[in-house]
């Protein structure tokens, strides 16, 4: 089956360190999303990536960065400079059909800071 | 530009009741509306959306949404709760632009739903 793979699902940081949490994709879909995801504040776009090799910053870029060497993959570091990390944390590809962008989804990671 | 406002955080319903969440958005382009449903530690599943076909949009589990363009709103509704509605509901806005930067969320809608 067709489908957008997160890992790990639950994922645990010391503060300092930096991780990288995994997303793979086989849909085929050029587009790719990383948003987070905090309490009563819905998703908010970190990055995004139109095609392999190039991405672009969403709107809470600092702290954080990924890569796009394949169509399938877009990681994301989280890095010691993320003031505050501990979130969940879902990939999203897309395609552009009829007119219109639609997303799909991973299951997430949960990030906590310990 | 664009912008979705959903305009409860929480609602309330019990079980065998009508549910509406409500979802209202702005956009400079002719818009794609969509609804995504989440389950508590899970990602996005997509329960319906609206390309510029009909204004009444079925989906899955029995919900169905309007596409009303004078009031710019897309709400969702369901005849009959049941327990396994209760989730986090996320509006989703989408431009035709067709720029993979053109997808706007709502803050979402906890619907609970009681015995």
């Known amino acids: 089956d067709g489908g957008i793979t997160q890992s790990p699902k639950y994922l645990f940081r010391k503060e300092g360190q930096n991780v990288t949490l995994s997303c793979e994709q086989n849909?085929?879909?050029?587009?790719m999303y990383w948003y987070r995801q905090d309490p009563g504040q819905g998703l908010r776009l970190i990055y995004y990536?139109?095609?392999?090799?190039?991405?672009q910053k969403g709107d809470i870029a600092e702290g954080y960065s990924v890569s796009r060497e394949k169509k399938e993959s877009f990681p994301l570091t989280v890095t010691s400079a993320q003031k505050n990390p501990t979130a969940f944390y879902l990939c999203?590809?897309?395609?552009?059909?009829?007119?219109?962008?639609?997303?799909?989804f991973g299951q997430g990671t949960r990030l906590t800071v310990v | 530009a664009q912008s979705v406002t959903q305009l409860d955080s929480h609602v309330s319903v019990s079980e065998g009741t009508p549910v509406l969440l409500r979802c209202n958005y702005s956009?400079?382009?002719?818009?794609?509306l969509f609804w995504y449903v989440q389950h508590p530690n899970k990602g996005l599943q997509l329960l319906l959306k609206?390309?510029?076909?009909?204004?009444l949009v079925k989906g899955i589990n029995g919900f169905e949404a309007e596409f009303k363009k004078s009031e710019t709103s897309f709400h969702l509704t369901k005849p009959s709760a049941h327990m396994s509605d209760a989730a986090e509901y996320f509006c989703?806005?989408?431009?035709?632009?067709?720029?993979?930067?053109?997808?706007?969320f709502g803050s979402g809608t906890q619907l609970t739903v009681l015995p």
């Open positions: 849909l085929n879909h050029d587009a």
């Open positions: 990536s139109q095609i392999v090799n190039d991405f």
């Open positions: 999203a590809s897309s395609i552009f059909r009829m007119g219109t962008t639609e997303a799909f």
């Open positions: 989703v806005v989408s431009s035709s632009s067709g720029s993979a930067r053109q997808l706007t």
């Open positions: 956009s400079s382009y002719s818009p794609s």
């Open positions: 609206y390309t510029s076909a009909a204004t």
